[in-house]
């Protein structure tokens, strides 16, 4: 018997699958019998993991036999709303799910970090709504929020700001990210003692190394947060955050000995806390959102835009653009911010070791340890730190270019020279902590290459 958390789990999965063809009224078992004879969802397919957790779940029929309905496609609103409901067969239970981030809707991602509100969340607030009223929605039904990542965030949104709230009876936010303190003392302003209830229906599902849930404040209760485990390799970062490895497990081929994911209709089991990764993306998060609100919006802009250029739109979905104020917001205060918190936090570090070495060096170990170095890949990292320096060099003498250059009359404005001083010392400032590390790297490089000469002279004397 599968739980309304792993129920709504498993529909998030469904949404990334994109699948646009389904008419309003087909259960999941009829979608999945169209969908097992497109080459997408087959085994290699792109959309082959979805499908694996998806069609096994449907084994039970509180999952295959769900209907879909109430496609936001196919009632006018825009791509970036992209939400659906799925409802039992006597139409007791209804749970209305929010995909994530869809193509063109990272720069509001960013915008909420900064905003009371954006109009991709508002936009979620009117299909719900709509939905309600379309459907008659009653107190007698249970009616279940969901969301993942973005559409978490969407779906919590419309828990703490719909007229409708006492009919949610949950709402799953499965990795969905914060929001603004203007958000949040807003909706302390306006609803009062009822902040609470609407915030209590709300339970947090996120990966143990999920680096998004952590952005913005959250307003989920500590004690319903859950983790879940998501074992993803090393290498393969944008698992950490894909809502499937939640399903996953590593297994070794029998064939080849090599350890592969395998995909499963349940989800994962509980762990007790954060990942390496999810530790240090909430103390990043946490440091960012300490930023004053217009430094905070530049970087996050910035952020969020370099996101955005993975997919098809250059501009966010309502045509937001990246300013050059937010290019060098995100480049004097964002760029040292993340330098900062990766190298000089117990978070970074640790979280930086497991990425390079592929594994924690947070246990005690017993016993000699045989550590291999690669010379010439450490001094070729130090090589390209100094080269990092020199390329800021250049910006920051560029700096003091212009400001010699500049007009008397402006050279009297102290406000503009002053800002220019320090955005060179800014630059100076990282200079020299690229310099540090690259003759750390070269140091330690020493270090390894006498010890391993010491040994050698011991092997020779034997």
Same mark, same amino acid.
């Given at each position: 018997?599968?739980?309304?958390?792993?129920?709504?789990?498993?529909?998030?999965?469904?949404?990334?699958?994109?699948?646009?063809?389904?008419?309003?009224?087909?259960?999941?078992?009829?979608?999945?019998?169209?969908?097992?004879?497109?080459?997408?969802? @087959?085994?290699?397919?792109?959309?082959?993991?979805?499908?694996?957790?998806?069609?096994?779940?449907?084994?039970?029929?509180?999952?295959?036999?769900?209907?879909?309905?109430?496609?936001?496609?196919?009632?006018?609103?825009?791509?970036?709303?992209?939400? +659906?409901?799925?409802?039992? *067969?006597?139409?007791?239970?209804?749970?209305?799910?929010?995909?994530?981030?869809?193509?063109?809707?990272?720069?509001?991602?960013?915008?909420?970090? !900064?905003?009371?509100?954006?109009?991709?969340?508002?936009?979620?607030? &009117?299909?719900?709504?709509?939905?309600?009223?379309?459907?008659?929605?009653? %107190?007698?039904?249970?009616?279940?929020?969901?969301?993942?990542? @973005?559409?978490?965030?969407?779906?919590?949104?419309?828990?703490?700001? !719909? *007229?409708?709230?006492?009919?949610?009876?949950?709402?799953?936010?499965?990795?969905?990210?914060?929001?603004?303190?203007?958000?949040?003392?807003?909706?302390?302003?306006?609803?009062?003692?009822?902040?609470?209830?609407?915030?209590?229906?709300?339970?947090?599902?996120?990966?143990?190394?999920?680096?998004?849930?952590?952005?913005?404040?959250?307003?989920?209760? %500590?004690? @319903?947060?859950?983790?879940? *485990?998501?074992?993803? #390799?090393?290498?393969?970062?944008?698992?950490?955050?894909?809502?499937?490895?939640?399903?996953?497990?590593?297994?070794?081929?029998?064939?080849?000995?090599?350890?592969?994911?395998?995909?499963?209709?349940? #989800?994962?089991?509980?762990?007790?806390?954060?990942?390496?990764?999810?530790?240090?993306?909430?103390?990043?998060?946490? &440091?960012?959102?300490?930023?004053?609100?217009?430094? /905070?919006?530049? +970087?996050?802009?910035?952020?969020?835009? $370099?996101?955005?250029?993975?997919? %098809?739109?250059?501009?966010?979905?309502?045509?937001?653009?990246?300013?050059?104020?937010?290019?060098?917001?995100?480049?004097?205060?964002?760029?040292?911010?993340?330098?900062?918190?990766?190298?000089?936090? &117990?978070?970074?570090?640790?979280?930086?070791?497991?990425?390079?070495?592929?594994?924690?060096?947070?246990?005690?170990?017993?016993?000699?340890?045989?550590?291999?170095?690669?010379?010439?890949?450490?001094?070729?990292?130090?090589?390209?730190?100094?080269?990092?320096?020199?390329?800021? #060099?250049?910006?920051?003498?560029?700096?003091?270019?212009?400001?010699?250059?500049?007009?008397?009359? $402006?050279?009297?404005?102290?406000?503009?020279?002053?800002?220019?001083?320090?955005?060179?010392?800014?630059?100076?400032?990282?200079? /020299?902590?690229? +310099? *540090?590390?690259?003759? $750390?790297? %070269?140091?330690?490089? #020493?270090?390894?290459?006498?010890?391993?000469?010491?040994?050698?002279?011991?092997?020779? $004397?034997?």
């Amino acid at each position: 018997m599968l739980t309304d958390e792993e129920i709504s789990m498993i529909l998030n999965t469904y949404m990334y699958m994109d699948y646009k063809e389904a008419d309003d009224g087909m259960t999941i078992n009829e979608i999945l019998s169209d969908l097992s004879t497109l080459d997408d969802y @087959k085994e290699g397919g792109i959309h082959y993991g979805e499908y694996s957790v998806l069609s096994q779940a449907a084994e039970n029929p509180e999952v295959g036999e769900l209907i879909i309905g109430n496609q936001s496609h196919l009632m006018n609103f825009d791509s970036g709303t992209n939400a +659906c409901t799925f409802s039992t *067969k006597d139409g007791s239970s209804i749970y209305v799910v929010f995909r994530g981030t869809g193509d063109g809707e990272w720069p509001d991602n960013g915008m909420g970090m !900064t905003q009371a509100s954006t109009i991709q969340q508002e936009r979620a607030l &009117a299909y719900f709504e709509t939905v309600v009223e379309r459907e008659q929605i009653t %107190e007698a039904q249970k009616l279940v929020m969901t969301g993942h990542s @973005k559409g978490a965030n969407k779906a919590q949104y419309v828990v703490m700001s !719909t *007229k409708y709230d006492n009919l949610v009876d949950v709402c799953y936010n499965v990795d969905g990210q914060g929001f603004s303190e203007m958000a949040v003392d807003g909706w302390k302003a306006e609803h009062g003692e009822g902040y609470e209830e609407r915030r209590n229906k709300i339970v947090g599902i996120f990966g143990e190394n999920d680096y998004v849930n952590v952005l913005g404040n959250s307003i989920v209760v %500590e004690d @319903k947060m859950h983790f879940v *485990k998501t074992p993803v #390799k090393v290498d393969n970062f944008a698992g950490y955050h894909d809502i499937k490895y939640m399903f996953a497990t590593l297994e070794k081929d029998p064939v080849t000995g090599e350890m592969v994911t395998v995909f499963h209709g349940r #989800k994962n089991s509980y762990v007790d806390e954060k990942g390496k990764l999810g530790s240090y993306a909430a103390l990043l998060s946490a &440091a960012m959102m300490e930023l004053p609100p217009e430094k /905070r919006d530049g +970087c996050a802009a910035s952020l969020m835009q $370099m996101m955005e250029l993975a997919g %098809e739109r250059k501009t966010g979905i309502n045509g937001e653009k990246l300013t050059l104020s937010d290019i060098g917001d995100f480049l004097g205060t964002g760029v040292p911010l993340i330098t900062n918190t990766l190298l000089f936090t &117990a978070e970074g570090r640790d979280m930086l070791y497991q990425a390079l070495g592929k594994k924690s060096f947070s246990r005690d170990v017993n016993g000699n340890i045989t550590v291999m170095v690669n010379y010439s890949g450490i001094l070729q990292q130090a090589q390209e730190l100094l080269k990092m320096s020199e390329r800021i #060099k250049k910006y920051r003498n560029e700096i003091e270019s212009v400001r010699s250059r500049l007009p008397e009359f $402006m050279k009297n404005s102290w406000l503009l020279c002053h800002k220019l001083g320090k955005e060179a010392e800014a630059l100076d400032r990282e200079i /020299r902590e690229l +310099c *540090k590390l690259s003759e $750390m790297l %070269e140091n330690v490089t #020493k270090i390894y290459m006498i010890k391993d000469n010491q040994a050698a002279d011991e092997i020779l $004397m034997l």
